[in-house]
């Protein structure tokens, strides 16, 4: 469809009437600039995490359907608010939860993916000369339960609502003002980039970086531009698209080396604890005893390494965030101890830390630079791991600000 814009606001923009309503001004600006525009709402402010706090209040261990239909009365509220104050400035606007919307999901309560979007409703509105205002970070399973996208997920909703439109490109607008090469909160002398590849952005955002790794995804696979940008100003923001990442084949010979060597971002992320399950035997399908029980109890595996002995048995590490660890142990113990391993200990407090880069691709020499500027700062390394484009270490928390400063001068990112 020629001319539709998909927009979405972070809770950040949304945070009190006022707020709405200056986005509700933005939205209409957009509109009278004579496209028609889909807007994707978050909660307003931090409600997202006021509700879990009262369903924890009320049960600690909460079901995770009750949950999710908690949890996704937030975004009704400001998709509501958002079509009123629309409405009140002379735009026919109308408010759709996910399931009016269309978006159908997988069942995994907290974490579900979308499966399929019936875009009719939305077709509908638009070609009724409406503004479309849609509950993000929600959709609804094929059991007609509500679920929930978790953390970022008015993200996804955006991105895949545009891909499925077949919009212009996705606006993500929230309270910073695009992709920088590392958090400001972190590293003062950062920069935001004008551009940056859809690959790059994945590994940044699966590694900490503003944005759902989910939507980066979706834009990825179909090509959705994806533009970053504050909510609250006027400034340029940052455009997320095919090619960028492959900027130097535009670029003269003499450059082209300059710019494949250069690093693009430090990503960091905190909240991880590291599980070793000591000495457990080495035999085939190992993982998959692990991780299948892992999977079944919702617990979601991030960085893992063996340390295969030549002894037949194996110390095996993983993370896991701090939200996810009484479940994993639950799991892990008893399998430790069934299997004749000697034990499971968990480390918690860690961040992880990483640099990312198509250049890293075809120069040697990033790891080692990497390693010797965090020795350098006196900061202990516990994970090592790797892509293609990027190496993440896994350190301390009260360290990560100390690594993203240190890898963002030797890298000269400023």
């Known amino acids: 469809m020629a001319g539709v814009v998909v927009?979405?606001?972070?809770?950040?923009?949304?945070?009190?009437?006022?707020?709405?309503?200056?986005?509700?001004?933005?939205?209409?600006?957009r509109r009278n600039s004579g496209d028609d525009?889909?807007?994707?709402?978050?909660a307003m402010g931090d409600q997202t995490d006021e509700l879990t706090a009262l369903a924890l209040e009320v049960n600690d261990r909460p079901d995770r359907r009750e949950l999710d239909v908690l949890l996704s009365t937030g975004e009704l509220v400001s998709c509501t608010l958002t079509a009123m104050a629309l409405n009140a400035l002379g735009q026919p606007a109308k408010s759709l939860a996910?399931?009016?919307?269309?978006?159908?999901?997988?069942?995994?309560?907290?974490?579900?993916?979308?499966?399929?979007i019936d875009v009719s409703p939305i077709r509908r509105e638009l070609d009724s000369g409406n503004i479309v205002v849609i509950a993000g970070f929600q959709g609804i399973a094929d059991d007609q339960d509500v679920t929930t996208l978790g953390r970022g997920g008015s993200d996804t909703t955006a991105v895949a609502i545009a891909a499925a439109l077949g919009a212009e490109r996705c606006e993500i607008?929230?309270?910073?003002?695009?992709?920088?090469?590392?958090?400001?909160?972190?590293?003062p002398a950062a920069h935001k980039l004008d551009e940056i590849g859809f690959e790059e952005m994945?590994?940044?955002?699966?590694?900490?970086?503003k944005?759902?790794?989910?939507?980066?995804?979706?834009?990825?696979?179909?090509?959705?531009?994806?533009?970053?940008?504050?909510?609250?100003?006027?400034?340029?923001?940052?455009?997320?698209?095919?090619?960028?990442?492959?900027?130097?084949?535009?670029?003269?010979?003499?450059?082209?080396?300059?710019?494949?060597?250069?690093?693009?971002g430090i990503a960091t992320d905190k909240g991880f604890v590291k599980i070793t399950?000591?000495?457990v035997p080495d035999r085939p399908g190992l993982a998959a005893r692990v991780f299948e029980p892992l999977s079944a109890a919702d617990v979601s595996v991030d960085e893992i390494v063996m340390n295969a002995g030549s002894d037949a048995v194996t110390d095996f590490t993983f993370t896991v965030t701090g939200a996810d660890l009484e479940r994993a142990l639950e799991v892990v113990q008893p399998m430790t101890e069934e299997m004749g391993g000697r034990g499971v200990v968990s480390t918690g407090g860690l961040a992880k830390v990483s640099?990312?880069?198509?250049?890293?691709?075809?120069?040697?020499?990033?790891?080692?630079?990497?390693?010797?500027?965090?020795?350098?700062?006196?900061?202990?390394?516990?994970?090592?791991?790797?892509?293609?484009?990027?190496?993440?270490?896994?350190?301390?928390?009260?360290?990560?600000?100390?690594?993203?400063?240190?890898?963002?001068?030797?890298?000269?990112l400023g």
Not at 37 to 42: P, R, T, Y
Not at 103 to 115: L, V
Not at 357 to 378: K, Q
């Open 7 to 29: 927009q979405k606001y972070g809770g950040s923009s949304l945070a009190d009437a006022d707020a709405v309503r200056r986005v509700a001004r933005r939205i209409a600006a």
């Open 37 to 42: 525009v889909v807007a994707v709402v978050s």
């Open 98 to 116: 996910g399931w009016q919307a269309g978006i159908h999901t997988t069942s995994r309560y907290g974490r579900a993916q979308i499966s399929s």
């Open 173 to 187: 607008y929230t309270n910073v003002d695009g992709i920088y090469t590392a958090d400001p909160k972190f590293v």
């Open 202 to 209: 994945l590994e940044m955002a699966s590694y900490g970086a």
């Open 211 to 264: 944005m759902q790794p989910r939507a980066v995804e979706l834009a990825m696979v179909y090509n959705v531009p994806t533009y970053v940008a504050s909510s609250f100003t006027e400034t340029p923001g940052t455009l997320i698209h095919e090619g960028a990442d492959n900027m130097d084949e535009n670029i003269d010979g003499d450059r082209v080396g300059e710019v494949r060597k250069k690093v693009r």
């Open 277 to 279: 399950m000591l000495g």
């Open 355 to 412: 640099i990312v880069g198509t250049g890293m691709r075809d120069e040697p020499g990033y790891a080692s630079r990497m390693f010797g500027a965090l020795a350098e700062h006196g900061i202990n390394i516990e994970l090592i791991t790797t892509s293609e484009i990027r190496i993440t270490c896994i350190v301390s928390e009260r360290h990560v600000g100390d690594a993203a400063r240190a890898l963002h001068a030797v890298f000269e």
